[in-house]
């Protein structure tokens, strides 16, 4: 069985953006179980040097449709600045899931053809679709989420495997 470009992208993008508004869930509960400052998660962080836990869904959001919108070779989002508050936060990801549903699978069918630039910070290059797609796109998605979920894990919350890898009940 073969997946195509969209099989491996949208929903699995869907899915990981189901399990980051979960965390928002667990933030807030963490914040009223432990009589935290509401928000406080939010600027939460592992090292002075990373993301804080509000920053992870806003930039993944960006970065969603930025991967996106250059998989499907059209003119690249404008990222865009989000309120680090749980409405503004959860409305990113509502706003980021819709764009996703409108993607259709024919909108990334030359997405393995193409040859895409990467610019400082983090890589510099071109990268063929496969590539571009395995170990910058899926990769780039993946690693905010994690980062998330080990913030909220650093500061205590029940949140596990169960919860990262997110509602798996059988399709059928």
Not at 64 to 83: E, G, S, Y
Not at 100 to 127: C, K, M, N
Request: glycine share 6%.
């Amino acid at each position: 069985m073969s997946f195509s470009i969209y099989d491996v992208t949208v929903p699995v993008m869907l899915h990981g953006l189901t399990v980051m508004d979960d965390y928002l869930l667990h933030a807030q509960n963490l914040e009223r179980s432990n009589s935290l400052d509401p928000g406080s998660v939010l600027t939460s962080r592992l090292a002075p040097d990373m993301l804080t836990f509000g920053e992870q869904f806003a930039v993944n959001c960006n970065k969603v449709q930025l991967h996106m919108t250059k998989l499907m070779n059209r003119n690249q989002a404008t990222p865009r600045d989000v309120a680090m508050i749980y409405p503004a936060l959860q409305g990113r990801l509502l706003e980021t899931r819709s764009f996703l549903q409108t993607i259709q699978p024919e909108d990334l069918s030359s997405a393995q053809t193409h040859v895409y630039e990467l610019t400082p910070s983090v890589a510099r290059g071109w990268f063929g679709g496969d590539d571009y797609i395995r170990h910058v796109v899926l990769a780039d998605f993946f690693f905010h989420i994690a980062m998330a979920h080990a913030i909220l894990r650093h500061l205590g919350a029940p949140a596990g495997k169960k919860d990262y890898l997110g509602d798996l009940t059988p399709v059928g």
